[in-house]
């Protein structure tokens, strides 16, 4: 979990994004901290599948 949370973090760049999580902490949020869902399924260095990602968005 480290390590894709490393990858997911090294993404931000490439987006030009702020701050990025998985669908799984999105999930664990449940609505309480507004996000938006970033469109495209993004490839992670290591992992045969791609993620969705969301971007947390400050107030």
């Known amino acids: 979990m480290v390590n894709v949370a490393s ?4 993404i931000n760049k490439q987006l030009g994004t702020h701050t990025l999580i998985s669908e799984v902490t999105f999930a664990g949020l449940k609505g309480r901290l507004q996000t938006r869902r970033i469109d495209e399924r993004v490839a992670l260095r290591g992992r045969r599948t791609r993620m969705v990602l969301y971007e947390l968005l400050m107030p």
Do not use: F, K, M, W
């Open 7 to 10: 990858r997911i973090e090294g």
